[in-house]
């Protein structure tokens, strides 16, 4: 089961910094943060996105950043699946924010008891 956790990670660090990038540069998801009612918070959430993947990175050598990036990249994902529900998307449209949460939550969890 160890051996789940650096997969999870990578998977984490590559989704969040792609999605991250994205959110700071690609117009169809300035149009989407424009739907949600959320266009103030479309930079800052690239941004927290970004430091979340980069925090689990840097959180190979110091433990708590990685429990701390888990946790936030958890959080933002709620927020992402909460702003969902409220413009009623689609199930399958919240669903890669609810394994992304679920997978970081496994993160956070692993993280925190290593601590």
């Known amino acids: 089961m160890l051996t789940l956790v650096p ?6 660090v590559v989704a969040f910094l792609f999605y991250g990038i994205a959110c700071l540069l690609s117009p169809k998801l300035e149009v989407e943060f424009n739907r949600y ?10 941004w927290l996105e970004i430091a979340g993947a980069l925090g689990l990175v840097v959180g190979q050598w110091f433990p708590l950043l ?17 702003a969902r529900w409220r413009v009623r998307d689609p199930w399958y ?3 890669p924010a609810f394994v992304l949460a679920v997978v970081n939550f496994f993160i956070f969890l692993s993280a925190f008891r290593s601590l």
């Open 66 to 82: 990685k429990v701390a990036a888990a946790a936030g990249l958890v959080l933002l994902m709620l927020c992402g699946l909460w």
């Open 37 to 46: 009612q959320l266009a103030r918070w479309r930079v800052l959430v690239g």
């Open 93 to 95: 449209a919240m669903a």
């Open 7 to 12: 997969v999870l990670e990578a998977l984490s």
